[in-house]
Each structure stands twice: as C-alpha cells, then as structure tokens.
T-cell receptor, first 111, second 113 residues
C-alpha cells in the first residue's frame, strides 16, 4: 500500500501561487496520483490526476518527477475560496486496492 | 453537484441501534466506495464494491456491512451503534474506464446519542 505524507497545514495570501507537495515513496508501477479538495462538511472534490511528468487543467497543475516518489499540486493565484483541505491519494488502476487518504493539508488563504 | 446522491442527510439515533445509509452512484459508474470521517479526522476508507461484488476492504468494523444492488445503488448498514460511530459517512463512485477518479456524495451525518 502506497502511503502518502503531506504537510498538515499551509498559509497563503490571495493572488499567490501555492505548491503542496506529497511524498509517496513506495508508489507502485500501476498507481496514479490523484488530488482532492474538501470544504468543511462537504464531500471531497476531484481536482487533478496524473501518472508522470506534468498535468494541467483549468484549476491546477500537477508535477510528478521521474522517480514518482513525490508529487506537487500547484494552485495558481489562490483566492479566499481555495481555503480547504487538500488530499493526495495514490491509487492503483482498475478500481482496486485499499485507498488511503491520510489527513490532508489544510490550506488557509488570507486576504 | 457530483451526481452521487446519499440519503438521509442527517441521522440521529441512540446507542445500540441499527441504521442504513443509502447511496446512488453517478449514472454509469460501476464502483461504489464508502468512507467514514470523524470530527477533524481524515477520510477512512471502509469498503469498495464493483458491479455488485466486494472489491476492497478497509478499516470497516465487523458491526458494519455493505452491499451493492443490481441497479448499482449501495447501502451501508451500521449496527450496535456506539457513540464513537458518530461521523460523516461519504459514498463515492467511479468509472474505471475514465481514470478512476472518485466523485463524492454530500454525505450522511450520523449522530449517536
């Protein structure tokens, strides 16, 4: 099982770029890296998923180095509404496996 | 709106009782996952079903059970409830054919008194 480690919390200001790094030293060959965002009392929301190198969508970028033992979620120009908990999840393809979310990173964006 | 629905939204019950939580996945999703989230805790994976069959088991207590029906909706049964079972219970669904990302429902808040 690929366990993930993330910082417990991060602070930022509006308009800044935020990078949250997740380490997953024993990631398996067929594992994907997925990031979720969760607001209080709501279900997590999918942000981005990648396997290697860089993936970008309309809300974030995901950087994965060649050894895949870590990944970095990049949120450009954060706003107050980006204050949330961000989870990094490593999961195998094919809907299999025991899914470990961990406690996530609590991002606080200040004005 | 993720397309995943959960009922009821809130549930208050007493210790020793049994409750059933219901989840309807997004249209076409074959996988259903159940998670428990206690106050200020991360998401604890409980169990996963894929097309009616149990696929993976996490930290699910023996007092808890789940099933997925032919129409793909799922139920999580919690019995002999204890105060510590008070939590948010989330259901998620995914489609292995489109990257396996999970879409979460709004959750059921269970309070055991």
């Amino acid at each position: 099982l690929a366990k993930t480690t993330q910082p417990i919390s991060m602070d930022s200001y509006e308009g800044q770029e935020v990078n949250i790094t997740c380490s997953h030293n024993n990631i398996a060959t067929n594992d994907y890296i997925t990031w979720y965002q969760q607001f209080p009392s709501q279900g997590p929301r999918f942000i981005i998923q990648g396997y290697k190198t860089k993936v970008t969508n309309e809300v974030a970028s995901l950087f994965i180095p060649a050894d895949r033992k870590s990944s970095t979620l990049s949120l450009p120009r954060v706003s107050l509404s980006d204050t949330a908990v961000y989870y990094c999840l490593v999961e195998g393809g094919g809907s299999q496996g025991n899914l470990i979310f961990g406690k996530g990173t609590k991002l606080s964006v200040k004005p | 709106d993720s397309g995943v629905t959960q009922t009821p939204k809130h549930l208050i019950t007493a210790t020793g009782q049994r409750v059933t939580l219901r989840c309807s996945p997004r249209s076409g999703d074959l996988s259903v996952y159940w998670y428990q989230q206690s106050l200020d805790q991360g998401l604890q994976f409980l169990i996963q079903y894929y097309n009616g069959e149990e696929r993976a088991k996490g930290n699910i207590l023996e007092r808890f059970s789940a099933q997925q029906f032919p129409d793909l909706h799922s139920e999580l049964n919690l019995s002999s409830l204890e105060l510590g079972d008070s939590a948010l219970y989330f259901c998620a669904s995914s489609d292995p054919g489109t990257g396996d990302e999970q879409y979460f429902g709004p959750g059921t808040r269970l309070t055991v008194t």
